[in-house]
């Protein structure tokens, strides 16, 4: 029997229009920044045009890339609550998939802007076999003292020993899939943010996401036990906001672009791979074409690198080797650059840098259970 596992960042499925920008011009979106607004409540009218203008071809074509992952559990990020998430499904998800996501699971984590993990689930894989939830478990509230985590580098960031480890969550589901157990690991890391103090901003926030790993390993073995993880079933999904490797773009629309694979000397997810704990299985895939984002601050900073993982244990691995996970790129932007070999048509109206499916792609990978 077989089941379809995915990952997506959706990028923002809010219910909630957010007004800082009037002030906080960080947080003003740049077409307001063409026009004189004179008051508040001006700019509040425009803004929610603005979100709401741009809302439905941006989640139509969110509701495409899902429907091309066709999972049978699907891992979400970024979504606001419950409501927007059972409205996104009853709008724009049946419209495409038809009668599928019936069970829908979300926990209200950490996030300062309210962003969660969230999960979808069909009542039965496409085999026809069942799809059982047996528990549910937030991790919201594992500080670093708890788990023995805490760090000098982490009290250099401004963090205490009582802080909560996970910036979001860790949300685990203890499953059944045809009658055998499957234990899924859902999270959203710590975002990498801009340079700061002279330092990029991937290793100046290294430590939390690191701290974050090591918890939801220390989760892991402490269900398992250290020595027994191999032979269980489990993965860990979701976008972690790191790369062990990635692909410079190198070059501009007039003189043509080159692509330099580059392995990174550190990351956080270096974790989860250490000593085979977990397989990244798009890794599988070739140097050029693991990617799930498309990162560019102008000519000289451009990259894709993979932020979105199917991190599976040793022995779903294994049972799974001939196995290659898919990665749907159809609702990417037209300015993202693609290898040589890589190009695909883009869903009905997308544009150039919005509206789009999301930032990132998703990411779906068959899994035999034996």
């Not at 000289?300 to 080797?321: F, G, K, T, V």
């Not at 792609?361 to 068959?366: K, L, Q």
Request: aromatic share 10%; charged share 30%; hydrophobic share 40%.
């Amino acid at each position: 029997m077989s089941l379809r596992l995915a990952t997506f960042n959706i990028e923002n499925l809010m219910t909630r229009f957010d007004f800082s920008g009037f002030r906080n011009l960080l947080h003003q979106d740049r077409v307001l920044k063409l026009f004189e607004v004179q008051n508040e409540a001006v700019y509040r009218q425009l803004e929610q045009a603005r979100v709401v203008a741009g809302a439905d071809d941006t989640r139509q074509m969110t509701a495409l890339a899902i429907a091309d992952a066709d999972a049978d559990i699907l891992c979400l990020q970024e979504v606001d609550n419950m409501a927007a998430l059972e409205a996104f499904e009853n709008g724009y998800l049946f419209r495409m998939v038809g009668n599928g996501y019936r069970k829908r699971y979300l926990v209200e984590g950490n996030d300062s802007r309210g962003i969660d993990v969230a999960v979808l689930m069909r009542e039965e894989t496409r085999d026809g076999e069942s799809i059982e939830l047996k528990d549910i478990t937030s991790h919201s509230s594992v500080t670093y003292r708890a788990f023995d985590l805490f760090s000098d580098e982490l009290a250099a960031l401004g963090h205490h020993i009582d802080d909560r480890i996970f910036k979001r969550d860790c949300l685990e589901l203890d499953l059944r899939i045809g009658g055998v157990p499957f234990a899924l690991y859902v999270t959203h890391l710590k975002s990498m943010g801009g340079p700061r103090d002279g330092v990029d901003g991937r290793r100046a926030t290294m430590p939390v996401r690191r701290a974050e790993t090591l918890a939801v390993r220390r989760i892991i073995e402490n269900r398992f036990g250290v020595g027994e993880t191999a032979s269980r079933n489990f993965a860990i999904c979701g976008d972690l906001n790191d790369y062990q490797e990635r692909v410079d773009v190198i070059g501009s629309r007039r003189t043509g672009y080159r692509f330099e694979h580059r392995h990174e000397e550190a990351s956080a997810l270096d974790v989860f791979s250490d000593g085979g704990f977990t397989e990244n299985v798009i890794a599988r895939r070739s140097p050029l074409d693991r990617w799930t984002l498309y990162h560019a601050r102008g000519p000289q900073e451009q990259w894709l690198c993979q932020l979105d993982y199917l991190w599976l244990s040793p022995a779903l691995a294994r049972a799974n080797i001939a196995h290659i996970p898919e990665i749907i790129r159809a609702g990417q932007p037209y300015r993202t650059i693609f290898p040589p070999g890589q190009e695909i048509e883009r869903y009905p109206r997308t544009g150039w840098d919005r509206p789009k499916a999301s930032d990132h792609c998703p990411v779906v990978m068959t899994l035999d259970f034996k």
